[in-house]
Structure formats: structure tokens, C-alpha cells
């Protein structure tokens, strides 16, 4: 999982994700995110969304609450994704080299 602030996502084998407060030890969402191999997680700088990437190609953006916001398969499962600074787009590199752009809503 990652940290900001006070934000930790974390997602476990089976592709659960969970929003939790670490200073009050509390789970705030979860989200059945993955439905196979996890091959990434990344959240954004300011903590409002998070992105969890499949080994089967599937990427999937969230709010913290847990709602999925958008979601796309990539013909090549991502490698390791990042939130552009502006917070609108999505890259993700792919295990083949390859890279997209993903606009976020």
C-alpha cells in the first residue's frame, strides 16, 4: 500500500481494496477491485483517487470512497501506472514497452 498523509490504500492477493485512516486504525471504503493477479496500485498526490492495475490488463480509476470512476482494458497488462501532476490523466506502462495516456473523468 501506499501512504499520503493520512490516506493508506492498500489491495490484497485477491484484488480487495481498502481505504484506511492509519491514525485511527479505521478502514474507511473497500472496493472489490480485481477479479485476478494484482500487478499494480498507485494513488494520487493529493489522495482524492487511486488506480489499481490487473495482471489481465484491466485499469480501474476510484475516488477514496471506494466508487469506481472509470475503468479501461489495455491489450497489454500495465507494468506501473502514475497520476500525471495535474491529476487529469493516467500513464501507464505496459510489460511490452508500450505506454498510454488515460484521460480521467
Do not use: M, Q
Not at 33 to 43: D, F, N, P, Q, S
Not at 58 to 69: F, H, I, N, P, Q
Amino acid at each position: 500500500g501506499r501512504t499520503y498523509g493520512k490516506l493508506l490504500v492498500a489491495v490484497d492477493g485477491g484484488g480487495t481494496v481498502k481505504v484506511c485512516d492509519p491514525a485511527g486504525r479505521t478502514v474507511s471504503a473497500t472496493a472489490s477491485a480485481i477479479r485476478g493477479a494484482v500487478a499494480g496500485l498507485t494513488v494520487r498526490a493529493d489522495g482524492s483517487r487511486f488506480a489499481t492495475l490487473a495482471a489481465d490488463g484491466e485499469v480501474k480509476v476510484w475516488d477514496r470512497a471506494g466508487t469506481e470512476l472509470r475503468a479501461w482494458k489495455l491489450p497489454v497488462a500495465p507494468a506501473a501506472a502514475a497520476f500525471t501532476p495535474d491529476g487529469r490523466h493516467l500513464a501507464a506502462g505496459n510489460k511490452d514497452g508500450t505506454a498510454y495516456l488515460l484521460e480521467l473523468p
